[in-house]
């Protein structure tokens, strides 16, 4: 007898299926200190080569003294919607050992940043908070706002709050939602589902 397989493709996880990054947040939509407990658990639960964790995080709230020195750092366009997110977070990596020498620190320093802040982002939508990771902002000069040591680079920023908007009705300006296909990411072609 042959063990029964299932057909039908499983559904994806709803925080993924319904992931977006919105381009305008709920101006008065507020992250508690447990939520943000939550997000910083979610990070601390991450694997890491060699457990070496090469992560840290400048945590700013909407109208706190922190917010206030971070959002002066704003690409032009991020600042038309990140100020009004919840929490903004920046992601720093470790990339090198320390201050004094420039022996990398991990390989995969970079690579284990974005798979922390990834399960940050879901870790928020499975609470109601939507994310929109980005770039767009002065990584120098908010590494000398924050006197961020050489070895710590100033990689990403994650706006975190309630969307203003469905997914679809705005995406970034410049960019498109469009994915590419299975057939497209799988090597070889032929094996893809
Ligand atoms: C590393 C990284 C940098 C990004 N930088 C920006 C940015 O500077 N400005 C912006 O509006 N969106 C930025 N995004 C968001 C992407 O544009 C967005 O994820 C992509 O267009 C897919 O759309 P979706 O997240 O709504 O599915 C960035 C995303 C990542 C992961």
Redesign the pocket.
């Known amino acids: 007898m042959t063990a029964c397989q299932p057909t039908a493709r499983p559904e994806l996880h709803p925080a993924l299926a319904n ?3 919105p ?1 305008s947040f709920d101006p008065v939509a507020v992250v508690t200190p447990a939520q943000l407990g939550t997000l910083i658990d979610a990070v601390r639960k991450a694997p890491s080569a060699g457990n070496s964790q090469p992560w840290s995080f400048i945590v700013a709230r909407r109208d706190d003294a922190i917010h206030r020195r971070l959002v002066k750092h704003l690409a032009r ?2 600042a038309r919607w990140a100020p009004d997110a919840s929490l903004l977070v920046v992601n720093l990596a470790r990339v090198l050992v320390d201050e004094t020498c420039d022996w990398e620190y991990s390989e995969f320093a970079r690579y284990d940043l974005g798979q922390a802040v990834a399960h940050m982002t879901i870790q928020g939508l499975s609470i109601g908070l939507d994310a ?5 902002f002065d990584r120098a000069g908010i590494a000398r706002e924050f006197d961020v040591p050489p070895h710590w680079e100033v990689t ?1 920023t994650t706006a975190f709050g309630v969307a203003a908007h469905a ?1 679809g009705d705005v ?3 410049g ?3 469009d994915r590419a296909g299975a057939d497209q990411i799988i090597w070889p072609a032929s094996s893809a589902p």
Do not use: C, G, I, M
């Open positions: 992931r977006f990054s381009v366009s991020s929109h990771q980005f770039r767009a990403t997914p995406t970034s300006p960019t498109s939602r």
